[in-house]
């Protein structure tokens, strides 16, 4: 039995495997719709995140399951004291897969250790977010056509941003794969990352401080929020802020095959006027996290289409 | 302070300098009624200084906790005042319920009875099996 906790817990194969499931998904809706019948999928939400739990429930119902499970820890037992443990021993009774979402880091594989069906991580505390990633890969790979050789620009708050680093951990295993980290000082990636996944590696990497000094040497623009708290003063906020929002003015310096990316939600760092440029690819991904989600659920109960 | 003081013990040697006295809280050997020797900052050839902990009594001692303390350790085991066995303690590849994760956003800090698990990475320094967080 398989769990997926970590976007490394999938070999690259794995992945190949999962795009080309969701692709063709995409293409032929029709041959997916009955695969999971009488099964059921557990959305075990200690955390709301209205996004990620509808995108799962849509997934189950899309291939003919069902759905059970709670979105708040307030309705759950876990109110009562009960321990992540004891709650998933006894719903993976009633579920065929679960897909969970906790505050604490680490408690989805904690579930995993104590589960009788797969466990799907759908976050833990800003520590790992892997259908997050796949949604991202999946984006890449039908906007871009290919992993390898390009040239990745992750810009905004690299330090705190999960979502940068899994997508480095994941895309730096593909050949030809460059990283642009454009951030303020403050918000620079944590060396861990950096040596592990890039130094490491060899891969090649440039470091700036400014969007437009190299947006246009980019395939790919990853953006991020910004947030005020991240910053020691006011001033610091208000002076770099605008360094780091999309604009249509800093769209013009992009190449004009290179999307922008963003995993949602946005508060001002992609400008609404940017929305209607073709490169703008943020509500096609969050569109098709759906598709990633449903090969993932067909990939852990080992169903296939006919 | 000899070797031959030791009937049937165990001498923990080349303990790296200034750790002794943590090894001997986190061995228990502050319960024990029998001789316990704490040796500090003794000149040594190869380390420079080290420590030594002599202990007079043939308990079990965990060893993976020594070899996390102090990775080049070694253990002496004595008995009937003779050297039988001589022990180089390997850094464990992962430790249970001896060292607690310090990320208060950790699993480990709510979860009931949860076994507390560090991980040696490729590098040599622990983790956290839950939250990846380094032990220090
Ligand atoms: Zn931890």
Redesign the pocket.
């Known amino acids: 039995m398989r769990h997926i906790i970590n976007i490394l817990d999938l070999s690259v194969e794995e992945i190949e495997e999962l795009m080309d499931t969701a692709d063709d998904i995409l293409a032929n809706p029709g041959r997916y719709n009955e695969v999971c019948r009488h099964k059921i999928l557990a959305t075990l939400f200690f955390e709301p995140s209205t996004r990620t739990r509808l995108s799962f429930e849509s997934a189950m119902l899309s291939l003919g399951g069902q759905v059970l499970g709670f979105s708040d820890s307030g309705s759950s037992s876990s109110a009562k004291g009960e321990s992540v443990a004891d709650t998933v021993a006894i719903v993976s009774g009633y579920a065929d897969i679960i897909a969970m979402r906790h505050p604490k880091?680490?408690a989805p594989l904690v579930a995993s250790m104590h589960s009788r069906v797969p466990v799907i991580n759908a976050g833990d505390g800003g520590h790992y977010h892997p259908t997050q990633t796949l949604t991202d890969l999946l984006t890449i790979r039908h906007e871009k056509g290919r992993f390898e050789n390009l040239t990745v620009g992750l810009c905004g708050d690299l330090k705190f941003g999960r979502p940068v680093h899994s997508l480095i951990e994941a895309m730096s295993r593909y050949a030809g794969v460059k990283f642009v980290l454009i951030s303020p000082e403050e918000l620079k990636l944590p060396s861990f990352v950096k040596q592990e996944f890039i130094k490491d590696k060899g891969i090649e990497y440039r470091q700036s401080r400014s969007l437009d000094d190299v947006i246009g040497d980019l395939d790919i623009l990853y953006m991020t929020r910004v947030q005020k708290e991240r910053f020691f003063n006011e001033e610091d906020y208000l002076r770099l802020k605008d360094t780091y929002i999309l604009t249509p003015e800093k769209m013009k310096l992009a190449r004009p095959d290179m999307i922008v990316m963003h995993p949602l939600p946005r508060v001002n760092e992609i400008s609404t006027a940017v929305d209607d440029d073709p490169r703008a690819c943020y509500f096609r991904q969050a569109y098709y996290g759906r598709f990633v989600r449903m090969a993932l659920i067909m990939k852990l109960l080992g169903v296939h289409a006919e | 302070m000899n070797i031959d003081s030791i009937k049937n013990g165990f001498v923990i040697d080349h303990i790296t300098a200034g750790r002794a006295m943590q090894l001997y809280r986190m061995l228990g050997l502050d319960c024990l009624q029998c001789c316990v020797a704490v040796i500090q900052n003794v000149p040594s050839a190869k380390m420079g200084k080290k420590d030594i902990i002599k202990v007079d009594s043939s308990i079990d001692i965990n060893l993976e906790l020594i070899g996390f303390f102090s990775p080049n350790a070694t253990v002496n085991v004595i008995r009937e005042g003779r050297l039988i066995d001589k022990k180089h303690i390997d850094p464990p590849e992962r430790l249970e319920n001896i060292i607690r994760?310090?990320?208060p956003?950790?699993?480990?800090?709510t979860e009931q009875e949860i076994k507390?698990i560090f991980v040696r990475s490729h590098s040599g320094e622990y983790?956290?099996?839950?939250?990846?967080?380094r032990a220090n």
Do not use: D, Q, V
């Open positions: 880091e680490g | 994760c310090k990320n956003r950790c699993i480990t800090t507390h983790r956290c099996l839950y939250c990846e967080t």
